[in-house]
């Protein structure tokens, strides 16, 4: 296995055709990533290249970690049956490679009269998007299965088939196998330009030209400017803020399920859920800005989730706050993604992957390269990937430092650094040294939990920055 | 798995864990066992490298030095030495201190779960002193909104990073807080070679200033915004006259908003007291569950060191009986409940007969700023107290309030209320 992963310098070179990629993946998100994972079973050249300096550092690293089953989509719509597909294979493959899925089922709880009135409409709609297990419950049910929930919940529509997910391993373990299996993964490579040349795309980078002769627009939020480079004008992408609150685990007993709102006209409002790291969050919020790099959260956005999060779980707002953080959706004005391929351009953009990316990713793979063939792209049949485990996160879990076996052949297991999160020094080691390292402490987060923890970096702060700075060629 | 047992499980070798096994060592009260989750005992004292530890400030002296802000300077050595000394007082002692060894939870009423680089075990102790200390809130828990760059801290990880790892910090800084604890992240912070800016914090101007070191004070201030992509680049403000500002630096120090580390006592399930949020506990030190005791700043965060030795010291003696079956058997105390804007008291539940907190005083902390307070304690309507402060009472510094009154509460009567007026 030889890794081209490169994080600065010139491209390989463009001036001779071997060099020349068969594909060039723009956007090494949750979405990217996954298409790059899927091209990797081919006998291609493919490139995937991101302006951030690690992979999911956009959008993807900051949503609400839920694996959808697609019951309130849109019927009929493409992303309908691309979340209920993804949901599928993204469930199989988290059991595959070990990333953390919890299946806490979902419940949408009604507060009044007119939400309870609204639960036989959805579930009728859940079932014309195929799904046909949810019910309604009653209040003592509800009571019961929720007995933290605030007064005044009338009833609820059962999802029990709603789950949650490893966000952060997700993307990773999609471009850990893309990269391993001959991927070529270049970093702090924003694209500025698209020009082309003998029927190439010439990509003009911050790290030099890059010659492909297929493209795949999978920007996220620029998704809409990269597609302009190329002469389109179909779409324009609002970000959509929405800012989340992070409680500490010792708040996870207070919910067994994800309490969803019943969906409104102001679209599907706040929610309350478990992640798979044994918190609880709360978000996310929807303002519609302009601009796309607005991820910070403000304090008129905190006071009305602290408000609505009292409603919903009253002792939540006692707990201590781990985490406040803000993604931006990348909303288009339709209700549908906007996926579309261009033959004479070889070209597929990827756009409007606004509330469902992650679940749909895999599915959206798929469908890409079908779409890809469709412009021409002769990928030959497809191989098996390596096989994959990812280091797992998830507290539902077994954790390294719960291992006497890991523990007795590396004591590294069972030293603690991060204590909060329980992360061990094997682990962060791991972490620094793996197929895709981290280049920040957020992304060694991301990677191991640490520093994630209700201290913030009080206790294990300093000690984990000097293992990272040691690490660091 | 492996499991043991011992007479003594203390979980926490900071000032108090590690003075409560010196006691119990030297007390023969049989295997006395100290568990540290760091590679090194001491607690924070460790990387506070400040004078002001042990020091023999006597009551109104350390009261006087709170409210100047002056309390962390002069006398007294640094941090390092102190948690040096207590560590071998603890081993000279005869007691077994195990360093890199993390309490994980319970798995029975006095039988915890650890890992540490040996594997796992499960200790089963006929006492478990409980001593895991307190920490800042961080940004994310106080709900300062803004971008997330790098470049914020806590005074504990800034003085790590300083003083353990000679890392770089930062050229330009603000320190917000109004807790004495601000002062020791100012002499961090220039031990660093970081400008200071200011000093911010939400409180009203004192009339005694705060020793300067030329540092601008901004009271009245509340931090309303980080701002900064990668790297911080300012700290927003509003002042209490409505006006906002923008400090422009590179580095926020958060300072005080301490909070107790009480994880393992809430998984344990005994009862937390909700002004502390630290384990409820009576001036015996016993917490809701028998042979559970805890001491330090897990119950009360924060008071200086020396404080927490002491109780650390007098935890033993509770210790001692219960090992011996000579404890006062009437475990079922009164609750102890302040009225706003008192925000906690310490002990916070009357103890067994006769007992009384530690120094003979309880500990409070008061909201907002109040001068020379009346303290009102009273029981089911009936004053059973009165006492007028000399001092203003001023949002994180102690407030004592004598304990004489103690023989006068009903056993069988309500929960006590203390209120300041
Ligand atoms: C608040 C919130 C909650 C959500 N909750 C869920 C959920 O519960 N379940 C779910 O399935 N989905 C959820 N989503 C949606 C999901 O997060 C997104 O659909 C998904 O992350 C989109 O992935 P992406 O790869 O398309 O975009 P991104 O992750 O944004 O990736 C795009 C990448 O392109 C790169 N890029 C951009 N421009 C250039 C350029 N010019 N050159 C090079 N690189 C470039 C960026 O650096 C970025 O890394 C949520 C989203 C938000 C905001
Ligand atoms: C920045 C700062 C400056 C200060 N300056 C002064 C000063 O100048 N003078 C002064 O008198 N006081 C000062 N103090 C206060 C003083 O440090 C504390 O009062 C004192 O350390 C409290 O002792 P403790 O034993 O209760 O807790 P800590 O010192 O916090 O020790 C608790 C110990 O328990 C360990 N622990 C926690 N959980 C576990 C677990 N699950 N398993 C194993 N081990 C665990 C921790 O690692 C830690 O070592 C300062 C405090 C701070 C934060």
């Given at each position: 296995?030889?890794?081209?992963?490169?994080?600065?310098?010139?491209?390989?070179?463009?001036?001779?055709?071997?060099?020349?990629?068969?594909?060039?993946?723009?956007?090494?998100?949750?979405?990217?990533?996954?298409?790059?994972?899927?091209?990797?079973?081919?006998?291609?050249?493919?490139?995937?290249?991101?302006?951030?300096?690690?992979?999911?550092?956009?959008?993807?690293?900051?949503?609400?970690?839920?694996?959808?089953?697609?019951?309130?989509?849109?019927?009929?719509?493409?992303?309908?049956?691309l979340v209920?597909?993804?949901?599928?294979?993204?469930?199989?493959?988290?059991?595959?490679?070990?990333?953390?899925v919890?299946?806490?089922?979902?419940?949408?709880?009604?507060?009044?009269?007119?939400?309870?009135?609204?639960?036989?409409?959805?579930?009728?709609k859940?079932?014309?998007?195929?799904?046909?297990?949810?019910?309604?419950?009653?209040?003592?049910?509800?009571?019961?299965?929720?007995?933290?929930?605030?007064?005044?919940?009338?009833?609820?529509?059962?999802?029990?088939?709603?789950?949650?997910?490893?966000?952060?391993?997700?993307?990773?373990?999609f471009?850990?196998q893309?990269?391993?299996?001959?991927?070529?993964?270049?970093?702090?490579?924003?694209?500025?330009?698209?020009?082309?040349?003998?029927?190439?795309?010439?990509?003009?980078?911050?790290?030099?030209?890059?010659?492909?002769?297929y493209?795949?627009?999978?920007?996220?939020?620029?998704?809409?400017?990269?597609?302009?480079?190329?002469?389109?004008?179909?779409?324009?992408?609002?970000?959509?803020r929405?800012?989340?609150?992070?409680?500490?685990?010792?708040?996870?007993?207070l919910?067994?399920?994800?309490?969803?709102?019943?969906?409104?006209?102001?679209?599907?409002?706040?929610?309350?859920?478990?992640?798979?790291?044994?918190?609880?969050?709360?978000g996310?919020?929807?303002?519609?800005?302009?601009?796309?790099?607005?991820?910070?959260?403000?304090?008129?956005?905190?006071?009305?989730?602290?408000?609505?999060?009292?409603?919903?779980?009253?002792?939540?707002?006692?707990?201590?706050?781990?985490?406040?953080?803000?993604?931006?959706?990348?909303?288009?004005?339709?209700?549908?993604?906007r996926?579309?391929?261009?033959?004479?351009?070889?070209?597929?953009?990827?756009?409007?992957?606004?509330?469902?990316?992650?679940t749909?990713?895999?599915?959206?793979?798929?469908?890409?390269?079908?779409?890809?063939?469709?412009?021409?792209?002769?990928?030959?049949?497809?191989?098996?990937?390596?096989?994959?485990?990812?280091?797992?996160?998830?507290?539902?879990?077994?954790?390294?430092?719960?291992?006497?076996?890991?523990?007795?052949?590396?004591?590294?297991?069972?030293?603690?650094?991060?204590?909060?999160?329980?992360?061990?020094?094997?682990?962060?080691?791991?972490?620094?040294?793996?197929?895709?390292?981290?280049h920040?402490?957020?992304?060694?987060?991301?990677?191991?939990?640490?520093?994630?923890?209700?201290?913030?970096?009080?206790?294990?702060?300093?000690?984990?920055?000097?293992?990272?700075e040691?690490?660091?060629? | 798995?492996?499991?043991?047992?011992?007479?003594?499980?203390?979980?926490?070798?900071?000032?108090?864990?590690?003075?409560?096994?010196?006691?119990?060592?030297?007390?023969?009260?049989?295997r006395?066992?100290?568990?540290e989750?760091?590679?090194?005992?001491?607690?924070?004292?460790?990387?506070?490298?400040?004078?002001?530890f042990?020091?023999r400030?006597?009551?109104?002296?350390?009261?006087?030095?709170?409210?100047?802000?002056?309390?962390?300077?002069?006398?007294?050595t640094?941090?390092?030495?102190?948690?040096?000394?207590?560590?071998?007082?603890a081993?000279?002692?005869?007691?077994?201190?195990?360093?890199?060894?993390?309490?994980?939870?319970?798995?029975?009423?006095?039988?915890?779960?650890?890992?540490?680089?040996?594997?796992?075990?499960?200790?089963?102790?006929?006492?478990?002193?409980?001593?895991?200390?307190a920490?800042?809130?961080?940004?994310?828990?106080?709900?300062?909104?803004?971008?997330?760059?790098?470049?914020v801290w806590?005074?504990?990880e800034?003085?790590?990073?300083?003083?353990?790892?000679?890392?770089?910090?930062?050229?330009?800084?603000?320190?917000?807080?109004?807790?004495?604890?601000?002062?020791?992240?100012?002499?961090?912070?220039?031990?660093a070679?970081?400008?200071?800016?200011?000093?911010v914090?939400d409180?009203?101007?004192?009339?005694?200033?705060?020793?300067?070191?030329?540092?601008?004070?901004?009271?009245?201030?509340?931090?309303?915004?980080?701002?900064?992509?990668?790297?911080?680049?300012?700290?927003?403000?509003?002042?209490?006259?409505?006006?906002?500002?923008?400090?422009?630096?590179?580095?926020?120090?958060?300072?005080?908003?301490?909070?107790?580390?009480?994880?393992?006592?809430?998984?344990?399930?005994?009862?937390?007291?909700?002004?502390?949020r630290?384990?409820a506990?009576d001036?015996?030190?016993?917490?809701s569950?028998?042979?559970?005791?805890?001491?330090?700043?897990?119950?009360?965060?924060?008071?200086?060191?020396?404080?927490?030795?002491?109780?650390?010291?007098?935890?033993?003696?509770?210790?001692?009986?219960?090992?011996?079956?000579?404890?006062?058997?009437?475990?079922?105390?009164?609750?102890?409940?302040?009225?706003?804007?008192?925000?906690?008291?310490?002990?916070?539940?009357?103890?067994?007969?006769?007992?009384?907190?530690?120094?003979?005083?309880?500990?409070?902390?008061?909201a907002?700023?109040?001068?020379?307070?009346?303290?009102v304690?009273?029981?089911?309507?009936?004053?059973?107290?009165?006492?007028?402060?000399?001092?203003?009472?001023?949002?994180?510094?102690?407030?004592?309030?004598?304990?004489?009154?103690?023989?006068?509460?009903?056993?069988?009567?309500?929960?006590?209320?203390?209120?300041?007026?």
């Amino acid at each position: 296995m030889t890794v081209t992963l490169t994080t600065a310098g010139p491209l390989p070179s463009v001036q001779d055709a071997e060099n020349t990629y068969d594909v060039t993946v723009v956007g090494a998100g949750v979405v990217g990533a996954a298409i790059a994972r899927e091209l990797a079973r081919h006998r291609l050249r493919t490139a995937l290249i991101d302006a951030a300096d690690d992979i999911g550092n956009g959008t993807s690293k900051a949503n609400t970690a839920i694996l959808h089953t697609g019951f309130d989509a849109v019927p009929g719509s493409l992303e309908a049956r691309l979340v209920r597909e993804g949901q599928e294979l993204l469930a199989a493959y988290a059991g595959e490679t070990g990333i953390p899925v919890e299946r806490v089922g979902a419940l949408l709880v009604a507060w009044d009269e007119e939400q309870l009135a609204a639960l036989p409409g959805l579930r009728a709609k859940a079932g014309r998007n195929g799904y046909h297990a949810s019910r309604i419950i009653g209040a003592d049910e509800l009571r019961r299965r929720e007995p933290h929930l605030g007064p005044g919940a009338l009833g609820a529509l059962e999802v029990p088939d709603e789950s949650v997910i490893c966000p952060w391993t997700t993307p990773l373990a999609f471009a850990t196998q893309a990269v391993r299996a001959g991927v070529h993964l270049h970093l702090n490579c924003r694209v500025r330009d698209v020009g082309s040349d003998a029927g190439d795309h010439l990509l003009t980078t911050t790290r030099g030209p890059l010659r492909t002769r297929y493209l795949v627009n999978a920007a996220g939020l620029y998704a809409d400017e990269i597609d302009r480079l190329l002469g389109h004008d179909v779409f324009t992408v609002t970000p959509r803020r929405g800012q989340l609150v992070v409680f500490d685990k010792l708040a996870r007993g207070l919910v067994s399920h994800i309490l969803l709102p019943v969906p409104g006209p102001a679209g599907k409002g706040v929610l309350v859920a478990p992640t798979v790291f044994g918190n609880v969050l709360l978000g996310p919020t929807a303002e519609d800005l302009d601009d796309r790099t607005a991820t910070g959260s403000t304090a008129g956005g905190l006071r009305l989730l602290r408000e609505k999060g009292r409603r919903i779980v009253p002792a939540l707002l006692d707990e201590e706050v781990t985490a406040v953080y803000a993604g931006l959706r990348a909303a288009t004005g339709q209700e549908d993604y906007r996926i579309q391929e261009y033959p004479a351009r070889r070209y597929v953009a990827v756009g409007g992957i606004r509330s469902t990316g992650l679940t749909a990713s895999m599915a959206i793979a798929r469908h890409v390269r079908g779409l890809l063939a469709d412009t021409g792209l002769d990928a030959g049949e497809p191989g098996p990937l390596p096989p994959l485990t990812m280091p797992n996160l998830g507290e539902a879990f077994p954790r390294p430092y719960r291992s006497a076996e890991l523990i007795a052949g590396d004591p590294a297991y069972g030293t603690l650094v991060c204590h909060c999160e329980q992360v061990t020094l094997g682990e962060i080691r791991d972490a620094l040294r793996a197929t895709i390292p981290p280049h920040s402490l957020d992304g060694l987060r991301r990677r191991t939990r640490a520093r994630g923890g209700r201290c913030q970096g009080f206790y294990c702060g300093a000690a984990v920055r000097a293992l990272f700075e040691e690490a660091r060629p | 798995m492996s499991a043991r047992e011992v007479d003594v499980l203390i979980v926490g070798a900071g000032p108090a864990g590690l003075a409560a096994g010196a006691e119990l060592a030297g007390a023969g009260a049989g295997r006395v066992e100290i568990l540290e989750r760091e590679q090194e005992a001491g607690g924070v004292p460790r990387h506070c490298h400040h004078g002001g530890f042990g020091g023999r400030l006597d009551r109104t002296v350390y009261a006087w030095a709170a409210a100047t802000g002056s309390a962390y300077a002069g006398s007294g050595t640094s941090g390092p030495a102190y948690a040096r000394r207590s560590v071998a007082a603890a081993l000279d002692a005869g007691a077994a201190l195990r360093t890199g060894v993390s309490v994980t939870g319970w798995a029975g009423p006095r039988t915890v779960e650890t890992t540490g680089p040996g594997g796992l075990e499960r200790i089963t102790a006929r006492a478990v002193v409980l001593a895991t200390g307190a920490r800042e809130r961080p940004r994310s828990a106080r709900l300062i909104p803004g971008t997330r760059p790098a470049g914020v801290w806590t005074t504990g990880e800034l003085q790590q990073a300083v003083h353990l790892y000679g890392q770089r910090i930062g050229t330009t800084a603000v320190v917000v807080g109004g807790e004495p604890v601000a002062h020791a992240a100012v002499a961090t912070l220039r031990a660093a070679g970081v400008h200071v800016v200011a000093v911010v914090t939400d409180r009203t101007p004192l009339p005694v200033l705060p020793r300067s070191r030329h540092v601008p004070l901004l009271t009245g201030a509340t931090v309303t915004g980080l701002t900064g992509r990668a790297r911080l680049t300012g700290v927003e403000l509003r002042h209490d006259d409505g006006r906002t500002t923008t400090l422009r630096c590179d580095t926020v120090v958060l300072t005080g908003d301490f909070v107790p580390d009480h994880e393992l006592a809430r998984r344990g399930g005994l009862r937390l007291d909700p002004g502390t949020r630290g384990p409820a506990y009576d001036a015996a030190f016993r917490t809701s569950r028998p042979g559970v005791l805890a001491a330090g700043n897990l119950l009360h965060a924060v008071e200086r060191a020396g404080f927490a030795a002491q109780e650390g010291r007098a935890v033993a003696v509770s210790v001692l009986h219960h090992l011996a079956g000579t404890e006062d058997p009437s475990g079922e105390g009164r609750r102890l409940v302040v009225d706003a804007p008192l925000r906690w008291i310490a002990p916070n539940v009357t103890g067994p007969h006769g007992a009384r907190p530690t120094g003979d005083r309880f500990v409070l902390r008061t909201a907002r700023r109040l001068l020379r307070p009346t303290l009102v304690v009273s029981q089911n309507g009936r004053e059973l107290h009165r006492e007028r402060l000399l001092l203003p009472a001023v949002p994180g510094r102690p407030i004592a309030l004598r304990a004489d009154w103690l023989d006068r509460v009903d056993p069988d009567g309500a929960s006590v209320r203390i209120s300041a007026r």
